[in-house]
């Protein structure tokens, strides 16, 4: 399978649900701040790490960053008519949970490959305070065999958005930070794998660590 980077109708879907849900609802209702924009190369591969404590997470992260990002996500969701569609324009790709998927890996590697951005949270799921207790090695790996450069994001905040019974989003405020990048490890030899994992949450923990 072989990918234009950002095809033509992902970047209209892209900038469509940005500009007319995505950035509206961060920047007027969750108040949404961002720093460090200027980190992010606007073109070329590149492994976009952050923390995860929301759904609202993907969307944010992509909005933020400026171009579109690829995600894994639970295959539950390519189930529900429209949403499959609507997930897959805007650069989602299935994963199986609980199994190393290789059909997700591969995926992975081609998005990289086409000179895409995708998005890998470090913890594998969502934590309750947005902190990485144990993160994953997953980026790094795609990383080194692929060369691309990991872009340390902190979302700061979105843990809040919803809250248990509830079925509406809270108007909480939210901040992106983003860092600058750090280079791929040049093996894929654990101890460096975990070297440049760890370095990654040390650089969102900081930045997370930074609040409001």
Not at 45 to 57: G, I, Q, R, T, Y
Not at 147 to 161: E, N
Not at 173 to 178: E, F, L
Request: hydrophobic share 40%; charged share 20%.
């Amino acid at each position: 399978m072989s990918r234009n980077r950002e095809p033509f109708i992902n970047l209209i879907f892209y900038h469509y649900f940005k500009w007319s849900v995505v950035s509206p609802v961060l920047h007027t209702y969750l108040r949404g701040r961002i720093y460090g924009a200027e980190q992010v190369p606007k073109e070329g591969p590149l492994v976009v790490v952050s923390n995860h404590a929301s759904d609202f997470d993907p969307p944010i992260l992509s909005n933020c960053v400026g171009r579109p990002v690829a995600f894994m996500s639970k295959e539950e969701l390519f189930r529900v008519p429209l949403l499959k569609q609507g997930i897959r324009l805007y650069g989602a790709y299935p994963v199986k949970r609980g199994s190393a998927d290789r059909s997700a890996i591969r995926s992975t590697l081609e998005y990289i490959s086409a000179d895409w951005a995708v998005g890998i949270f470090l913890s594998g799921t969502r934590t309750a305070d947005g902190r990485i207790p144990d993160p994953k090695l997953g980026a790094a790996l795609i990383a080194a065999k692929t060369k691309a450069p990991l872009l340390p994001v902190s979302l700061w905040g979105t843990q809040a958005i919803f809250q248990k019974g509830s079925y509406l989003p809270r108007p909480v405020p939210v901040t992106v930070r983003i860092g600058q990048l750090i280079e791929p490890p040049t093996s894929t030899k654990r101890e460096e794998l975990e070297a440049v994992t760890q370095h990654c949450t040390a650089a969102i923990h900081k930045l997370h660590d930074l609040g409001r």
